[in-house]
Nanobody, 118 residues
Framework: QVELAESGGGLVQAGGSLRLSCVVY????????MAWFRQAPGQQREWVAV???????NYADYVKGRFTVSRDNAKSMLYLQMNDLNGEDTAVYYC????????????WGQGTQVTVSS
């Protein structure tokens, strides 16, 4: 069984920064591809960023250049550094995990709220 728990959300002014963390309880953290998703009120959940166990990354266009995903395999931690935040980044942010050969994300955290005020 794999469990994930996000932290680090909060209220921030536009132009500010936040760093989200996700602790992963798994037998072998490095077996998993990790990703961040977000869901704004009344919107569908959308993908934000992904990182492989080898630290290859990819980002959605709407966060590219502002957000940075990273992981510490030794600590079983996933991070999302968010800079230059704007109102459209307001959402509940979720971390998710899947094994590399599985199409869909298998495990999800409970989410952490990020609110950007103008």
């Amino acid at each position: 069984q794999v469990e994930l728990a996000e932290s680090g959300g909060g209220l921030v002014q536009a132009g500010g920064s936040l760093r989200l963390s996700c602790v992963v309880y798994a037998r072998t953290f490095s077996d998993y591809v990790m990703a961040w998703f977000r869901q704004a009120p009344g919107q569908q959940r959308e993908w934000v960023a992904v990182i492989t166990s080898g630290h290859s990354t990819n980002y959605a266009d709407y966060v590219k250049g502002r957000f940075t995903v990273s992981r510490d395999n030794a600590k079983s931690m996933l991070y999302l550094q968010m800079n230059d935040l704007n109102g459209e980044d307001t959402a509940v942010y979720y971390c998710a995990a899947k094994r590399i050969y599985i199409n869909d994300y298998e495990y999800w955290g409970q989410g952490t709220q990020v609110t950007v005020s103008s």
